[in-house]
């Protein structure tokens, strides 16, 4: 695969979540992601890896045992020819193993040393466990979403685990491979889903400053508070989303939707008018099945798309057209993002499986014949396959 990171070599250590989609984004756009797994991930056949294990698409797999006297020197070889590692335990498991940021960066001083994790390195609740929900509660974001008279609402962990964590793994690690290949010198990036998240959050702090957020859910512009950006029950119960900000786009939604000159949503945006104006939308919207609201607001400057399922996204035709989509491995699923001109990625291979690549891995990394022989034997790497014996011949 090609694409704007072909030649950038990253080296993956086993873990679920944002890290594995962190080292997607570089694989998607070209990197080559070595991924270590488990020995005990290895399946006794021959055989390609779960199609539907998409965030391991675009990669390579090893499997080396981190515990046997050897696993943690092997990847440490692997380390050294390497741009960058990328790591989601817990603080200080990697160290324990031999295989933590000063171990890594004396095999390879210009080493970018990514680690992902929930509340990060250090600070009072840095070995604590924890999931998406729980830091982007101590963010605030949670606190700001959902219905004015109810709890907070769960989001899908896109804003902590992705957003907030793993899309920022990937920014930082490509910075500290840029500052590594101008001056040689690695650093570790300690990303922290808290962190992050609190980054996205920037404009709300900057709305509150300015008087202009108010800490109550669906009291904001944003939040679902203002009739003009909101989603709405239409007469066939499916949803369209409406968000005209700007004064002109919503004339034009107003307009279109047939609303007159004397109806209470054509008076001044403000706040003390939202409740009357939110109830008057929400009226006129469930008037017309969604189809309908597609047909006279779709593709014009109302601010305007219907909610779609997962289901559905990949058929929407603005998606179909710029192939948003893509039907790898069998498993239809997001294309990688964002496009390039003169350096475009084509589309990713499947996932592979666990250990699949291990023997070509350990040759690129300058291992002999006779030294991979005797990792498999010993069991400190394992490859996919009937036995470990069986596989021997090959070295």
Same mark, same amino acid.
């Given at each position: @695969? ?70 943690? #020197? ?27 940021? /000063? ?12 680690? @992902? ?85 920037? @404009? ?71 409740? #009357?104006?939110?109830?008057? @939308? ?28 997962? %289901? /559905? ?13 893509? /039907? ?8 990688? %993002? ?20 291990? #023997? ?10 006779? /030294? ?17 014996? %069986?596989?021997?011949? #090959?070295?």
């Amino acid at each position: @695969m090609t694409g704007p990171l072909h030649g950038l070599r990253i080296l993956e250590i086993g873990a679920i979540g944002p890290a594995p989609f962190a080292a997607m984004l570089l694989a998607d756009l070209g990197a080559d992601v070595v991924r270590v797994d488990r020995p005990g991930d290895v399946a006794g056949q021959d055989a390609g890896g779960r199609p539907t294990d998409l965030l391991n698409r675009g990669k390579r797999s090893i499997a080396v045992d981190l515990k046997h006297p050897r696993g943690a #020197a092997t990847v440490l070889r692997l380390a050294a020819g390497s741009d960058a590692l990328l790591e989601g335990f817990r603080p200080g498991v990697l160290e324990r193993l031999g295989l933590g940021p /000063e171990q890594c960066m004396a095999a390879n001083p210009g080493l970018a040393y990514g680690r @992902m994790t929930g509340w990060g390195q250090d600070g009072p609740l840095a070995a604590a466990a924890g999931h998406d929900i729980n830091y982007i509660a101590v963010t605030g974001v949670l606190d700001a979403i959902g219905t004015a008279d109810g709890p907070p609402v769960v989001p899908l962990n896109l804003l902590g685990d992705f957003g907030g964590g793993g899309v920022f793994l990937a920014f930082g690690v490509l910075a500290a491979v840029w500052r590594a290949q101008r001056s040689g010198h690695g650093q570790v990036v300690d990303t922290a889903i808290v962190d992050g998240v609190a980054v996205l959050s920037t @404009m709300v702090h900057a709305l509150r400053a300015d008087g202009r957020w108010v800490d109550r859910r669906a009291a904001n512009p944003l939040d679902g508070g203002a009739p003009h950006y909101g989603v709405y029950r239409c007469a066939d119960d499916r949803y369209v989303s409406i968000g005209p900000i700007e004064d002109r786009f919503y004339v034009e939604l107003l307009d279109r939707m047939g609303v007159g000159p004397d109806d209470v949503l054509r008076q001044p945006r403000d706040r003390a008018a939202w409740p #009357a104006q939110r109830a008057r @939308m929400a009226q006129l919207v469930a008037s017309r099945p969604s189809a309908e609201w597609v047909a006279v607001l779709g593709g014009t400057d109302a601010c305007f798309a219907p909610v779609v399922s997962l %289901a /559905e996204a990949p058929h929407h035709p603005q998606l179909r057209a710029r192939g948003t989509f893509a /039907e790898i491995g069998g498993v239809v699923q997001p294309a990688p %993002a964002p496009r390039f001109s003169g350096t475009p990625s084509g589309l990713p291979q499947p996932p592979p499986a666990p250990g699949q690549h291990g #023997a070509e891995i350990l040759r690129e990394a300058g291992f002999g014949a006779a /030294e991979i022989g005797d990792l498999i034997r010993t069991g400190a790497v394992r490859l996919p396959g009937e036995s470990q014996g %069986a596989r021997l011949g #090959a070295f």
